[in-house]
């Protein structure tokens, strides 16, 4: 059987619909949806009515969708926080059944095919320990790739070093069951075998951020117990996703969330995780260390940050 798996849509219908038809192109059986669908960029209610028509699929929800569980619990005067605001954006305009949709997914999902067992979760404590393995984190990914550039070929052999080099990460991957893993959370394309486990990161369909602005995708086909990965990047209309913050609202919403998610669009570097970390600066020198800031803080980060 053929696998499309697809991660980290994160509210860009444009690149999903692309890769939904690359994946159809090319004869996939099955879809395996692991996180992460609806913030981020504006179109998250799009991107979750094309999901709920797929015919045959496997979905789970990833950090995203978790943060949806903790904005229900809250009194929706509460939901200020300028830095929350591509989170609030998300979750304010999925219809009530999306919502519900998303919120009703399984974490975690194990299926069979021909005796191997496929592992589905959003992210794996193996690659995001701590201390972290900085290949397998986009900020660094990216002051990695401005100092000395290296291939995609390249970083699949040097994050795949870096892991196996890790203290406890083989005794780690020994510990588990023999099988397929996939994982995705990072939106950086990756996969590897060791030893039987078979582990593959489809990267992130609408937000990429390993250098390369195509929507991101892998394919799994298991013949008679035998698994073989295809890498995939799909064209799409970059312009459309950017136009779309426009036109939705989102960047009068949330201007300066919008120039990011522009720059990570157009760039495919993660611009985020920079802004983020700067946040967290600007917050502990002001003595706030919880998420999110308030708008106090707020403004000082925007007022400080250089980058746009």
Same mark, same amino acid.
């Given at each position: 059987?053929?696998?499309?798996?697809?991660?980290?849509?994160?509210?860009? *219908?444009?690149?999903?619909?692309?890769?939904?038809?690359?994946?159809?192109?090319? =004869?996939?059986?099955?879809?395996?949806?692991? =996180?992460?669908?609806?913030?981020?960029?504006?179109?998250?209610?799009?991107?979750? @009515?094309?999901?709920?028509? $797929?015919? *045959?699929?496997?979905? #789970?929800?990833?950090?995203?969708?978790?943060?949806?569980?903790? $904005?229900?619990?809250?009194?929706?005067?509460?939901?200020?926080?300028?830095?929350?605001?591509?989170? %609030?954006?998300?979750?304010? @305009?999925?219809?009530?059944? @999306?919502?519900?949709?998303?919120?009703?997914?399984?974490?975690?999902? #194990?299926?069979?095919?021909?005796?191997?067992?496929?592992?589905?979760?959003?992210?794996?404590?193996?690659?995001?320990?701590?201390?972290? +393995?900085?290949?397998?984190?986009?900020?660094?990914?990216?002051?990695?790739?401005?100092?000395?550039?290296?291939?995609?070929?390249?970083?699949?052999? !040097?994050?795949?070093?870096?892991?196996?080099?890790?203290? =406890?990460?083989?005794?780690? +991957?020994?510990? !588990?069951? &023999?099988?397929?893993?996939?994982?995705?959370? @990072?939106?950086?394309?990756?996969?590897?075998?060791?030893?039987?486990? $078979?582990?593959?990161?489809?990267? *992130?369909? =609408?937000?990429?951020?390993?250098?390369?602005?195509?929507?991101?995708?892998?394919? $799994?086909?298991?013949?008679?117990?035998?698994?073989?990965?295809?890498?995939?990047?799909?064209?799409?209309?970059?312009?459309?996703?950017?136009?779309?913050?426009?036109?939705?609202?989102?960047?009068? %919403?949330?201007?300066?969330?919008?120039?990011?998610?522009?720059?990570?669009?157009?760039?495919?570097?993660?611009?985020?995780?920079?802004?983020?970390?700067?946040?967290?600066?600007?917050?502990?020198?002001?003595?706030?260390?919880?998420?999110?800031?308030?708008?106090?803080?707020?403004?000082?980060? &925007?007022?400080?940050?250089?980058?746009?």
């Amino acid at each position: 059987m053929k696998y499309a798996i697809i991660s980290d849509i994160h509210g860009n *219908s444009h690149a999903f619909e692309a890769v939904l038809a690359d994946a159809e192109a090319v =004869g996939v059986d099955k879809y395996l949806l692991i =996180g992460d669908y609806a913030s981020s960029f504006s179109q998250g209610n799009d991107v979750v @009515n094309a999901i709920r028509k $797929l015919k *045959s699929a496997v979905v #789970i929800r990833g950090n995203g969708e978790d943060y949806f569980f903790a $904005l229900k619990e809250k009194d929706p005067q509460e939901l200020t926080h300028e830095q929350a605001k591509p989170i %609030y954006w998300g979750y304010r @305009n999925l219809s009530h059944d @999306n919502l519900e949709y998303l919120l009703n997914l399984p974490k975690t999902e #194990i299926i069979t095919d021909s005796g191997v067992n496929i592992h589905l979760a959003h992210a794996m404590d193996l690659f995001y320990r701590e201390p972290r +393995i900085e290949l397998f984190r986009s900020g660094i990914f990216c002051r990695l790739m401005e100092a000395t550039p290296f291939t995609h070929g390249e970083y699949l052999r !040097l994050a795949r070093e870096a892991l196996l080099a890790t203290p =406890g990460a083989i005794d780690e +991957i020994q510990s !588990l069951p &023999v099988g397929v893993y996939l994982f995705g959370h @990072n939106h950086l394309q990756f996969y590897m075998e060791y030893e039987g486990r $078979l582990f593959v990161n489809p990267g *992130s369909c =609408g937000e990429p951020l390993d250098w390369d602005t195509r929507a991101a995708y892998t394919i $799994l086909t298991i013949t008679d117990g035998v698994s073989q990965v295809e890498e995939r990047r799909v064209e799409y209309n970059i312009q459309a996703a950017i136009d779309a913050l426009d036109s939705s609202g989102f960047t009068e %919403y949330a201007p300066l969330w919008s120039k990011i998610m522009k720059l990570e669009a157009a760039e495919a570097k993660d611009y985020f995780g920079q802004f983020v970390a700067h946040i967290a600066e600007t917050g502990r020198k002001m003595g706030e260390t919880q998420f999110p800031v308030s708008n106090v803080v707020w403004e000082e980060v &925007v007022r400080t940050w250089g980058v746009i």
